[in-house]
């Protein structure tokens, strides 16, 4: 399973106009900036990287996937919210700087490879964090996630608002207070641009660190 989701990371930054993922720079590895160090309940240790915290990038808004890109760059990944604990010091973090909406690294799956029956209908069973591959609960179960109950039309989010305009909302944001819902879960449409944040990729790490010896990252 966890290779079949891997597959389907990839083939979401495939579908966005042929672009691709960009792979980590050592040099931009090893010096990368690092805001935060947050240990979840699982005992998992990851750094952060708050675009809007940094003074190169704080009015640097950018689309989903060049958000993803700048972070892998860094042997990181747009972060990826797997557990409520990590959630809620992001959203934390969200409130404290004031910033009206991030991207995540959420994405729906909803390209070739996502006919598989168990991730129909997308909307409902097709969400996936891209950064780790770990899939995202049905969000017909309120409790698995932190959907917005509202949205620009006033339906309970995930709501593909833009499918009308020829334009899937198939990426995941959190807005602060957008709708008067709180620091909550969005679908959007990737083309939008925002800040974003970053977290440690593990993959990306191992993966420079085994190609350059004696790296400190």
């Not at 993922?21 to 690092?34: H, I, K, M, Q, T």
């Not at 833009?162 to 879960?185: H, M, P, R, T």
């Not at 990737?190 to 190609?211: G, I, M, Q, T």
Request: proline share 5%.
């Amino acid at each position: 399973m966890f290779r079949e989701l891997t597959l389907l990371v990839f083939g979401a930054a495939m579908v966005m106009a042929q672009r691709r993922l960009a792979l980590p720079d050592p040099r931009s590895c090893a010096s990368r900036v690092r805001h935060a160090t947050y240990r979840d309940a699982r005992g998992v240790t990851h750094s952060y990287f708050f675009s809007w915290e940094h003074s190169p990038t704080r009015s640097l808004e950018v689309d989903w996937l060049d958000a993803r890109n700048i972070c892998r760059r860094h042997c990181m990944d747009a972060v990826s919210l797997e557990t409520p604990q990590e959630n809620e010091f992001i959203k934390q973090r969200i409130g404290r700087g004031n910033v009206r909406y991030i991207w995540t690294s959420g994405r729906k799956c909803n390209f070739a490879g996502c006919d598989r029956q168990d991730l129909q209908p997308p909307n409902i069973n097709g969400w996936f964090w891209s950064g780790s591959g770990a899939k995202i609960g049905p969000t017909t179960q309120r409790n698995s996630g932190d959907w917005s109950h509202t949205g620009g039309y006033g339906q309970p989010q995930p709501d593909n608002r833009e499918a009308a305009q020829g334009n899937d909302e198939s990426c995941l944001s959190i807005l602060n207070n957008f709708y008067n819902d709180g620091v909550k879960w969005h679908d959007v449409a990737c083309h939008h641009v925002k800040p974003f944040v970053c977290e440690d990729s593990e993959e990306l790490l191992n993966f420079v660190a085994s190609r350059n010896p004696g790296i400190r990252l």
